[in-house]
């Protein structure tokens, strides 16, 4: 579907390989044992073309999966279909994840040099024996050896970090914290462990840190954030003023984006896209789509704009009593513009977002 409006969009590709299986992942992502580049790069372009118009494309965001794993000759022919059948902004946004493990500072250097400007490391932890727990391939010495050479090449920096990891405390939590954010890095990403349904981690009955305990490794990341000059814009991102994550915000500011590969979705007005998530699957059957309906809408809108920290959601289509009774309990604040949730209610937000929908 492709929309008339030349107001600029979001574009998302997703890759999805990996050269491992992280027990506590539940992304659309496999092992191959070997890559199709040309089936994939057909089916890139297939969706490219369907969706590209003369909207300018503003954001960026190549996701998986393990994306840093593609070949520079494979993301050049990428970028060149997308500048062939539309329009990057001068200013875009266009950001890659890599895990430590797989890129170096040559592929970074090729990377920049098609127009990726923003990297974002799965680090995920900075003890080896965390790593090693959570199945990741790289050490914390492999990782901040990649930090360091991605300083060379990008000013635009983020790492992903995962906490509430079973036994995990706040003193444990509060140094590596510290350490990390010593770095000087411009964003973070921390995320609480979460055990998906059918993940080896499920399967074991590995549990995440208690709930009280997570609260307490969150409001520790708070303080110690912000302490450190980081914005808390969102839920689980912390950034210096100027380095949120556009293509991210786009998404919890509900505009429109693209979504191409196996497994993306993606948002144009009332239509909904989703593609299939095997790649084989996406090969022979392409994009999916249907129209939402104004509740939909409503409702995944509502699901996306009160995970933002730092900006207010209108509530002329909420319930003004629930409002009132979730101020009062300190979880929502307001003010003429909106409102948004406290750090406590943060901690709750999916209480508050079931509240305010029923």
């Known amino acids: 579907m492709k929309s008339k409006t030349n107001t600029p969009i979001g574009l998302y590709i997703h890759w999805p390989y990996c050269l491992s299986k992280c027990p506590y992942c539940a992304f659309a992502s496999s092992v191959p044992t070997q890559i199709d580049e040309d089936a ?34 494979f993301l050049e022919k990428i970028m060149a279909h997308i500048r062939e059948k539309g329009t990057i902004l001068s200013d875009a946004e266009i950001t890659m994840e890599a895990n430590p493990d797989a890129i170096d500072l040559p592929k970074m250097i090729a990377f920049h040099d098609l127009g990726v400007n923003r990297l974002s490391l799965g680090v995920q932890s900075l003890k080896d024996s965390d790593l090693e727990f959570l199945g990741r391939r790289h050490t914390v010495q492999t990782a ?10 990008f000013n635009n920096i983020n790492i992903d970090l995962i906490y509430a990891r079973p036994d995990q405390n706040l003193y444990e939590w509060e140094n590596e914290l510290r350490s990390a954010l010593s770095l000087g890095l411009p964003h ?32 520790l990341s708070e303080r110690i954030t912000s302490y450190k000059g980081y914005v808390a814009y969102e839920i689980s991102n912390y950034a210096k003023p100027g380095f949120e994550c556009r293509h991210n915000l786009g998404y919890w500011r509900g505009l429109d984006y693209i979504g191409v590969g196996p497994a993306a979705h993606g948002r144009i007005g009332m239509t909904a896209t989703q593609n299939p998530r095997g790649v084989n699957e996406w090969l022979q059957k392409g994009t999916l789509s249907e129209t939402l309906t104004p509740k939909e809408k409503k409702t995944e809108r509502l699901l996306m704009g009160l995970r933002l920290r730092q900006e207010w959601y209108p509530v002329a289509d909420l319930s003004k009593k629930k409002i009132i009774k979730l101020v009062s309990q300190n979880l929502l604040e307001q003010s003429p513009q909106g409102i948004r949730p406290t750090l406590s209610g943060a901690l709750v937000l999916n209480q508050i977002i079931l509240e305010l929908m029923d």
């Open 40 to 73: 994939l790069l057909k089916g890139y372009f297939r969706d490219l073309d369907s969706f590209l118009t003369n909207r300018p494309i503003s954001t960026i965001f190549f996701g998986g999966g393990t994306p840093s794993l593609m070949t520079s000759a």
């Open 144 to 153: 901040l050896k990649r930090i360091d050479e991605a300083r060379k090449v």
């Open 188 to 219: 973070y990403s921390l995320y609480q462990l979460s055990i998906e349904k059918h993940t080896p981690f499920s399967v074991r009955g590995i549990q995440p840190a208690p709930e009280n305990i997570a609260a307490g490794l969150y409001r």
